[in-house]
T-cell receptor, first 112, second 112 residues
Framework: QKEVEQDPGPLSVPEGAIVSLNCTYSNSAFQYFMWYRQYSRKGPELLMYTYSSGNKEDGRFTAQVDKSSKYISLFIRDSQPSDSATYLCAMSLHSGNTPLVFGKGTRLSVIA | GAVVSQHPSRVICKSGTSVKIECRSLDFQATTMFWYRQFPKQSLMLMATSNEGSKATYEQGVEKDKFLINHASLTLSTLTVTSAHPEDSSFYIC????????FGPGTRLTVL
């Protein structure tokens, strides 16, 4: 079993839809959870950064962490064609200077 | 937000030559930087952890004599691919650690 599982998609939705992206993980010691967005041939861009369980909202993006289920989610409301990208979940044992463990990434296409 | 730059963004070289890639944190100091490589449609693979003023820590299977890492200051880490071969062609991405990891835009290396 891989440490972090993420459905690679591709996921295709119409503009304006609510998008749900998910990851599961096996290591209960993970405490920090991130979502990155990566456009083709670019570096990952940090979208959301959360510690432990709970919800965090930033504009159209909401991140949820359920440590009891080892499950994290990213919701995108009112999706736009510019949201079309690969979304990577990542997690770590400690903050900052410890290695991240990434999911495979989910390719999202938002169709106008 | 935290900004990380990489140079060059793209490099094409002949087999057997060495290539140096620079990673800079522009608006914060990073005692720790990370180097990843990414193959097409795959997630990021951690190559090494670079700590300022000390030797880098390489992941299993990464040749330290081939991928030389230097972290001479709190804002600069370099990765040198020595005697590059076509199989080293990849997308190399660095990150710098603050509260979490912020990624550079990546360097696409093509070895002919």
């Amino acid at each position: 079993q891989k440490e972090v599982e993420q459905d690679p998609g591709p996921l295709s939705v119409p503009e304006g839809a609510i998008v749900s992206l998910n990851c599961t993980y096996s290591n209960s010691a993970f405490q920090y959870f991130m979502w990155y967005r990566q456009y083709s041939r670019k570096g990952p861009e940090l979208l959301m950064y959360t510690y432990s369980s709970g919800n965090k909202e930033d504009g159209r993006f909401t991140a949820q962490v359920d440590k009891s289920s080892k499950y994290i989610s990213l919701f995108i409301r009112d999706s736009q064609p510019s949201d079309s990208a690969t979304y990577l979940c990542a997690m770590s044992l400690h903050s900052g200077n410890t290695p991240l463990v990434f999911g495979k990434g989910t390719r999202l296409s938002v169709i106008a | 937000g935290a900004v990380v730059s990489q140079h060059p963004s793209r490099v094409i070289c002949k087999s057997g030559t060495s290539v140096k890639i620079e990673c800079r944190s522009l608006d914060f100091q990073a005692t720790t930087m990370f180097w990843y490589r990414q193959f097409p449609k795959q997630s990021l693979m951690l190559m090494a952890t670079s700590n300022e003023g000390s030797k880098a820590t390489y992941e299993q299977g990464v040749e330290k004599d081939k991928f030389l890492i230097n972290h001479a200051s709190l804002t600069l880490s370099t990765l040198t691919v020595t005697s590059a071969h076509p199989e080293d062609s990849s997308f190399y991405i660095c990150s710098a650690a603050e509260d979490t990891q912020y990624f550079g835009p990546g360097t696409r290396l093509t070895v002919l």
